[in-house]
């Protein structure tokens, strides 16, 4: 793979941190992450093919194993032979991915509002019809209903400032990245069995008002890994980086703590 994604590097850790953003974003959504990381360790930043800086790179045939195979081209290419990585939504399923196909690269994996069980028949439905208004009307009236229906609907004036920051970044999506991501997304496999297998830690940050992953679903997954962090965020839907930063960041944070020394921080 001759052209690599976009992606920072920061940090002069000897452990690296991998952070995959979610669908409709890019890097610049770990902004309060980032800085919290950097002091103790090298953190890779990374737009995903078809999104942020990476648009252009949309690979010819997408799926979550495509796209996992981008990230592990760039990481051989940083010379990154473990890492713990995070990963919001969709960079969850891709951070799964990565684990199927290079499964002793992880030393940790946090889902930050994802799931490793595939779409659900309703949701396969709600994926096709976001592909049928994007083929119709094109991304902006998806971007505008689409990511403001994942902030907790209570609280969307007080949230107004980052709901627009997260609006940006979707309005940018181009056309066919979100169309071809958004069928992957629904045609994703079950990686339940992928967590029992897992020897490294596994994080599930949750929200507990996520209506794109409700409650119901994490509770056949959370019994799965062999070491388990379960995390709910109240009064929280589908975007902890954007609901709760200093909340998220400071699970993140204790989370990769875990994973390079064992300890709890």
């Known amino acids: 793979m001759d052209r690599l994604l976009a992606y920072d590097s920061e940090g002069k850790g000897q452990k690296t941190v991998v952070l995959l953003h979610g669908f409709c974003e890019n890097r610049t959504m770990w902004r309060h992450l980032v800085p919290v990381l950097t002091a103790q360790y090298r953190v890779v930043n990374i737009d995903l093919g078809g999104f942020g800086q990476s648009a252009h790179l949309l690979p010819p045939v997408v799926t979550m194993d495509t796209l996992a195979a981008q990230v592990l081209a760039l990481l051989q290419s940083l010379n990154v032979h473990t890492c713990t990585v995070l990963g919001h939504s969709l960079g969850g399923y891709v951070a799964l991915a990565m684990a199927a196909q290079h499964p002793t690269l992880l030393e940790g994996l946090g889902l930050v509002h994802s799931s490793a069980l595939p779409d659900s028949a309703p949701r396969q439905a709600i994926r096709n019809r976001i592909v049928s208004i994007v083929r119709q009307r094109g991304v902006t009236p998806f971007a505008h209903h689409f990511v403001q229906a994942l902030f907790l609907a209570e609280r969307l004036p007080e949230l107004a400032e980052a709901i627009n920051e997260a609006k940006t970044m979707a309005l940018h999506t181009p056309q066919k990245s979100l169309i071809e991501v958004t069928l992957a997304m629904r045609e994703r496999p079950d990686r339940s069995e992928l967590l029992q297998q897992l020897s490294c830690p596994v994080l599930f940050l949750i929200g507990k008002q996520d209506p794109a992953i409700p409650m119901s679903q994490y509770l056949p997954q959370i019994v799965l890994p062999k070491d388990a ?19 998220t960041s400071a699970i993140l944070q204790h989370f990769v703590h875990y994973c390079q020394t064992g300890k709890v921080l």
């Open 229 to 247: 962090h379960i995390h709910l965020l109240d009064h929280t839907a589908h975007m902890g980086t954007w609901e709760r930063p200093q909340k």
